[in-house]
Nanobody, 130 residues
Framework: QAQLVESGGGSVQAGGSLRLSCQAS????????IGWFRQAPGKDREGVAA???????DYEPSVKNRFTISKDKAKKALVLQMDYLRPEDTGTYYCAAARPPGTLLGGSVLFQFLKDYGIWGQGTQVTVSS
């Protein structure tokens, strides 16, 4: 059975950094689409960063140049390095993985596909204070 487990959340002041990790187990492998989402109280879940099958990295515009997504293939882990954190980055962060549909996806289409068809972890809380 496939499973995703996030870790690394916490509380930091604005300008600080956190490193999130998502550990995959089961049948999820390097050929899956995988990405990070977040959800603030009262708001919809939104895509933050994802990796296409060709290695292209997609970012939500507000996190570009502050967050970095990467894979640790040996450990089957997905990492999100978050720097220069802002109070508006506060929320529960989730990773999601989905089997490719047979066509290449990227950008907002990939985020929507992961949102609709992804396997989800339980989330990890990130709180940024001003």
């Amino acid at each position: 059975q496939a499973q995703l487990v996030e870790s690394g959340g916490g509380s930091v002041q604005a300008g600080g950094s956190l490193r999130l990790s998502c550990q995959a187990s089961g049948y999820i492998d390097g050929n899956y689409y995988i990405g990070w989402f977040r959800q603030a109280p009262g708001k919809d879940r939104e895509g933050v960063a994802a990796i296409d099958l060709d290695g292209t990295k997609d970012y939500e515009p507000s996190v570009k140049n502050r967050f970095t997504i990467s894979k640790d293939k040996a450990k089957k882990a997905l990492v999100l390095q978050m720097d220069y954190l802002r109070p508006e980055d506060t929320g529960t962060y989730y990773c999601a993985a989905a089997r490719p549909p047979g066509t290449l996806l990227g950008g907002s289409v990939l985020f929507q596909f992961l949102k609709d068809y992804g396997i989800w972890g339980q989330g990890t809380q990130v709180t940024v204070s001003s």
